[in-house]
């Protein structure tokens, strides 16, 4: 019989509840990270395939090894904080930044997501150590998006307690889409031609030679024994004797004529098209002319193309886990690497141009301050070397620096009161009035 209508609508509130219990409790949509079917491929068996792993290592060891930094944001300003979160000092367990990080990209980039439980906090409420878990581990109910439920090996755990890191996210969902389950046939298309290239070369696309014997027919039981006898000379790498009845014709056909090398390339050009990779750098093919001619051009490339919108996500993330206005930003600089000419040459520039000071130089190139904070001011390069006088003397010298840079457009310019004027209000104290001198007539 069916339900009356009023029925219907007083248990319809409650139906989305228990559809989420159920679904929590006894079904788990493993499509979105777990143990699947025996033809979906793994996340372990991806890695196996080189054009996978190398896209991963790449992206996580570059994002792992850049600094982190912590900044404060006052209105449109921002201002470099000169310590150390705890929670960057001893991430988990292990305390190591550059495995937290690597972890955390790995499951990003393999599963789509990154789950982590918050373990500790500081007196304020904020983490202070998060331990990334296995996705396969993990369950999320997005019935209400706005509000998911995270399930950790079947225990429902408080929202506050995880942090949760997606990589692509369709509308409406909250949970990312996982690279290996979606491109499963790409990858697997890859598995098998390393599988073909293993096979051919252990046991042979085709048979490696024929061995014929002109004058009579040789018999199956003495076919395989000859055979036998010819593959363990081959395998020893010993001299072949054959009698003048037999003829021995070595096959060969090349991998380039069997598509091998040309279906690897190209499945590791697609794979490095999911990833946002060169394909150059993991074994495909770029499809076009473009080279640098440096290695910071290459690296600026990289972090353009490939790196950027891992470090945006990443920064967000971790500035939800910061206090009040402080922010997280990744160095990119310590990826641009450049040469000692190049380098000292920028060096120069920024102090001359003041934006600079002696001691962030040296910091830079990993030197120690200055005594006596000599080096802790903004100032031109030719009045910085002035710091180490004394003020009336670094005065004097800049007086007289101002002097020479005046004196040339004397009289086509301005005047030399005027320029007695801009001295005086720098400083110079001059008197008396300019009185040209006074040429004889011949």
């Not at 305390?95 to 500790?120: E, I, P």
């Not at 598995?191 to 096979?199: F, I, K, P, Q």
């Not at 009845?245 to 050009?269: C, G, H, T, Y």
Request: contains cysteine; negative net charge; glycine residues 8%.
């Amino acid at each position: 019989m069916p339900m009356p209508r009023w029925a219907r609508a007083i248990t319809s509130p409650f139906r989305r509840f228990g559809q989420a219990t159920l679904r929590a409790i006894t079904s788990l949509p493993w499509s979105h990270g777990g143990p699947g079917n025996s033809g979906e491929v793994s996340a372990s068996r991806a890695l196996s395939l080189i054009p996978v792993f190398a896209c991963v290592r790449l992206i996580a060891d570059n994002v792992a090894s850049l600094p982190l930094q912590l900044f404060e944001r006052s209105g449109q300003d921002r201002h470099p904080m000169n310590y150390t979160p705890e929670l960057f000092q001893h991430p988990d367990v292990q305390g190591d930044l550059f495995t937290w990080l690597h972890k955390c990209v790995l499951s990003m980039s393999l599963r789509g997501n990154a789950y982590g439980l918050v373990t500790q906090w500081d007196p304020m409420g904020f983490p202070t150590m998060v331990e990334w878990l296995n996705p396969d581990d993990v369950w999320v109910d997005e019935l209400d998006p706005v509000q998911p439920k995270y399930y950790w090996q079947g225990r429902f755990v408080p929202p506050d307690q995880i942090l949760h890191i997606p990589w692509v996210v369709l509308p409406g969902k909250v949970v990312g889409l996982s690279p290996v389950a979606l491109f499963a046939q790409t990858i697997g298309a890859g598995l098998m031609v390393t599988e073909y290239g293993r096979s051919w070369f252990t046991n042979g696309g085709t048979p490696p030679a024929v061995l014929k014997n002109s004058q009579k027919t040789v018999a199956p039981d003495e076919s395989e024994e000859i055979s036998n006898r010819l593959a363990s000379r081959m395998r020893s790498r010993k001299p072949l004797v054959i009698g003048s009845d037999w003829d021995f014709e070595a096959l060969k056909v090349s991998p380039e004529e069997s598509q091998f090398i040309e279906s690897m390339r190209l499945n590791a050009s697609q794979i490095a098209a999911i990833y946002g990779v060169p394909p150059e750098k993991v074994g495909g093919e770029s499809g076009g002319s473009l080279t640098y001619s440096t290695v910071e051009m290459n690296s600026l490339d990289l972090i353009n193309t490939t790196l950027r919108p891992w470090l945006v996500r990443l920064e967000g993330a971790l500035t939800n886990l910061m206090p009040g206005r402080n922010f997280v930003r990744f160095n990119v600089d310590a990826m641009l690497r450049t040469s000692i000419l190049d380098r000292y040459t920028a060096h120069g520039k920024a102090l001359e141009q003041g934006w600079r000071n002696l001691d962030e130089v040296r910091a830079i190139e990993d030197e120690s301050p200055l005594p006596d904070k000599q080096g802790q001011t903004y100032l031109p390069l030719s009045s910085a070397m002035s710091v180490s006088l004394g003020p009336d003397q670094a005065a004097a010298r800049n007086l007289v620096e101002m002097a020479q840079k005046l004196a040339p457009g004397v009289g086509k310019l301005f005047t030399a009161d005027e320029a007695r004027t801009i001295l005086n209000d720098a400083g110079a104290n001059l008197t008396g009035h300019f009185v040209p001198p006074v040429t004889e007539e011949p």
